[in-house]
């Protein structure tokens, strides 16, 4: 119990300090918006074409739009030695990781779900065909990013270019949950089910999760402290 409360207290902390001055999330939201449309002028939206770009396409998208939150998790505790109070307090790393990752996961779910209808508009594509399994790919693939990449963040936060160290270490290590969602969510975008083969891509993302997730709690305190 202790636990969970010392977790809701970090999410909503960060919610509240991010929607404050909304700052990456602003961000988040006009880089997705902008690539979608600049790119939605290289291809032909023909279904043909977005079939084949749009699990790569909007992956893209999500993922670089996600690091921008992402750099902003532990940054914000810069200022005025927050960073130093938040680890003196009595508060394990693995609830400070999970209640973080946690307001990470809904900033990045938010710029998707605006993504998502903008990327059916430019695209001429009916997304909501199969709903409730995109939206299981979506969850899964966003949780994989938000637990890799908050560690990273709070590793990378003391360097002077973390906006660039942060994406080269989490980028190679999403390589097999990448895989996984670009080929689910083409896949579902074009109203096919998941089924057969294509299976092993959801197990695929469950497994991602659940090992990264337990990784991070692990060593999320040796990070933080050294």
Excluded: H
């Excluded at 893209?60 to 921008?68: E, S």
């Amino acid at each position: 119990m202790r636990f969970l409360r010392q977790v809701a207290v970090i999410t909503a902390k960060d919610l509240r300090a991010e929607m404050r001055t909304k700052e990456a999330i602003n961000a988040s939201f006009a880089f997705a918006i902008v690539i979608l449309l600049i790119l939605s002028f290289a291809f032909d939206p023909t279904e043909e074409t977005t079939r084949e770009i749009s699990g790569g396409l909007l992956w893209i998208v999500f993922t670089f739009a996600g690091t921008l939150v992402l750099n902003r998790s532990f940054a914000r505790e810069l200022p005025n030695d927050c960073l130093d109070g938040l680890l003196a307090a009595p508060v394990p790393g693995s609830a400070l990781f999970v209640g973080k990752a946690l307001a990470n996961f809904v900033f990045i779910l938010a710029v998707e779900m605006v993504a998502l209808p903008v990327f059916g508009i430019f695209y001429n594509v009916r997304w909501t065909r199969q709903f409730w399994p995109l939206m299981l790919v979506l969850v899964l693939g966003t949780w994989g990013l938000t637990a890799i990449g908050t560690v990273f963040s709070a590793l990378t936060v003391n360097i002077r270019l973390r906006e660039v160290m942060l994406p080269l270490l989490v980028y190679p290590l999403m390589i097999p949950m990448l895989l996984g969602a670009m080929r689910l969510t083409a896949l579902l975008v074009a109203g096919q089910p998941i089924a057969g083969d294509d299976t092993v891509w959801l197990r695929l993302l469950f497994g991602f999760d659940i090992i990264f997730t337990a990784l991070a709690l692990v060593l999320m305190e040796t990070v933080l402290r050294g």
